[in-house]
Nanobody, 115 residues
C-alpha cells in the first residue's frame, strides 16, 4: 500500500536550517508529483512547496527564497531544505503525493523554531 514516511523535523533556533526527507513506498514515485504542506496550531493546512514529476517546482509566498524542494527518483525520496527559519515556520510538516489535491499523506513531522 501507499506509504509516505517523513523524517528530519526537530527544534532549531531562528535563522537555522533543517532538511526534511520523505521516503515513498507502494507506487511508482517517478511518475508522481510530490509536495510538502504544513499546519500550524489553529491554522489551516497550507502548501509549502511542490515538485512535478519533471522537476518543476513551486513555492508558497512565505517560503520563497528560503526553502528548496527536490527529489531523488532513485531513492524514492523527496526533500525539503529549509534555511533562514523563522518562528512562524513552526508547524507539523506533511509529505503528500500530488500537489493541488493530494491523495495520500505522511504522518507528519514537527518543526519548531525558537526565537
Amino acid at each position: 500500500q501507499v506509504q509516505l514516511v517523513e523524517s528530519g523535523g526537530g527544534l532549531v533556533q531562528a535563522g537555522g536550517s533543517l532538511r526534511l526527507s520523505c521516503v515513498a513506498f507502494g507506487f511508482i514515485f517517478r511518475l508522481n508529483a510530490m509536495a510538502w504542506y504544513r499546519q500550524a496550531p489553529g491554522k489551516q493546512r497550507e502548501l509549502v512547496a511542490g515538485i512535478t514529476r519533471g522537476g518543476s517546482t513551486n513555492y508558497g509566498d512565505s517560503v520563497k527564497g528560503r526553502f528548496t524542494i527536490s527529489r531523488d527518483n532513485a531513492k524514492n525520496t523527496v526533500y525539503l531544505q529549509m534555511n533562514s527559519l523563522k518562528p512562524e515556520d513552526t508547524a507539523v510538516y506533511y509529505c503528500a503525493r500530488g500537489i493541488k489535491d493530494p491523495g495520500y499523506w505522511g504522518q507528519g513531522t514537527q518543526v519548531t523554531v525558537s526565537s
